[in-house]
């Protein structure tokens, strides 16, 4: 049907750059949404970015400025570039996206998630 599959994890360094990638695939009609979230051990999934097919953004505070979300609607893969990494960064980061089936019915779909450890 359709899966989403996120790569560019790793470990880094506070300062450091990483820049995650979403890829979708399989048999779907379009995507519309598509967003970043994040969990750590111990915590609440919380929402990091997202963009709509149109390429409107928004931004959580915690990383605004430091965080550019970015979309390749031709690959239907999402970006996440992340800048100025500080050890509360530190989590399991998922890709979502909201699909449109090729029957025309809505689906939510979300990546295993790729680990992102930011060391002091």
């Known amino acids: 049907q359709v899966q989403l599959v996120e790569s560019g994890g790793g470990s880094v360094q506070a300062g450091g750059s990483l820049r995650l990638s979403c890829a979708a695939s399989?048999?779907?009609?379009?995507?519309?949404?598509m967003g970043w979230y994040r969990q750590a051990p111990g915590q609440q999934r919380e929402l990091v970015a997202t963009i709509t097919s149109g390429s409107r953004t928004n931004y959580a505070d915690s990383v605004k400025g430091r965080f550019t979300i970015s979309r390749d609607n031709a690959k239907n893969t999402v970006y996440l570039q992340m800048n100025s990494l500080k050890p509360e960064d530190t989590a399991v980061y998922y890709c979502?996206?909201?699909?449109?089936?090729?029957?025309?019915?809505?689906?939510?779909?979300w990546g295993q998630g790729t680990l992102v450890t930011v060391s002091s």
């Open positions: 399989g048999w779907f009609s379009s995507i519309s949404d």
């Open positions: 979502k996206a909201q699909a449109t089936r090729l029957t025309l019915t809505s689906l939510e779909v």
